[in-house]
T-cell receptor, first 110, second 116 residues
Framework: GQQLNQSPQSMFIQEGEDVSMNCTSSSIFNTWLWYKQEPGEGPVLLIALYKAGELTSNGRLTAQFGITRKDSFLNISASIPSDVGIYFCAGQRNTDKLIFGTGTRLQVFP | DAMVIQNPRYQVTQFGKPVTLSCSQTLNHNVMYWYQQKSSQAPKLLFHYYDKDFNNEADTPDNFQSRRPNTSFCFLDIRSPGLGDAAMYLC???????????????FGDGTRLSIL
């Protein structure tokens, strides 16, 4: 099935560093979602974006809906060890199914 | 407070022995989804119920079936599990208005299925 290009595939960073990841598509979406998944658990919704250009924050997390509607970005500021996990973007058109990104695995070292 | 609850969290079954996974929700969402997820890959949609209407993905094997007896519960039945069906199975729910938009999907913690 279709997947979105998500990068980087993995990140190994030190506690306190900022993190950036992005998701790109060849087609437009009208909703972008960012999920975090920890080992043995289901994905947890972090941020939902509904308008091109929208910038939304959730604590240390900030996500943006790209102007072209074909991409989205997630930033994590001042990372902490509990930020460890796999981050998935997902795009959606109207009531269509979610199209997931390939995931970014984040590892934070103290 | 878990709002999408999957049972059991871990399930072991024998090759070819039918197995049923369950999902319940307290969100009163009208759409329920079943996903299969393998080793750090993205979740793969198997099928979903929009209210009582069943929607199968084209590439979902016939071995996978689903039942939704009421708004709160949904079941995934695997009729004859093969070794390739070992995976995490995720249930998700959302509120949708037909032809308009979906609210974001909320996932349960999954059932990890092992096949002996």
């Amino acid at each position: 099935g279709q997947q979105l290009n998500q990068s980087p595939q993995s990140m190994f960073i030190q506690e306190g560093e900022d993190v950036s990841m992005n998701c790109t598509s060849s087609s437009i979406f009208n909703t972008w979602l960012w999920y975090k998944q920890e080992p043995g658990e289901g994905p947890v919704l972090l941020i939902a974006l509904y308008k091109a250009g929208e910038l939304t924050s959730n604590g240390r997390l900030t996500a943006q809906f790209g102007i072209t509607r074909k991409d989205s970005f997630l930033n994590i500021s001042a990372s902490i060890p509990s930020d460890v996990g796999i981050y998935f973007c997902a795009g959606q058109r109207n009531t269509d199914k979610l199209i997931f990104g390939t995931g970014t695995r984040l590892q934070v070292f103290p | 407070d878990a709002m999408v609850i999957q049972n059991p969290r871990y399930q072991v079954t024998q090759f070819g022995k039918p197995v049923t996974l369950s999902c319940s929700q307290t969100l009163n969402h009208n759409v329920m989804y079943w996903y299969q997820q393998k080793s750090s890959q993205a979740p793969k949609l198997l099928f979903h119920y929009y209210d009582k209407d069943f929607n199968n993905e084209a590439d979902t094997p016939d071995n996978f079936q689903s039942r939704r007896p009421n708004t709160s519960f949904c079941f995934l039945d695997i009729r004859s599990p093969g070794l390739g069906d070992a995976a995490m199975y995720l249930c998700a729910t959302s509120r949708a208005t037909l032809g308009y938009s979906n609210q974001p999907q909320h996932f349960g913690d999954g059932t990890r299925l092992s096949i002996l």
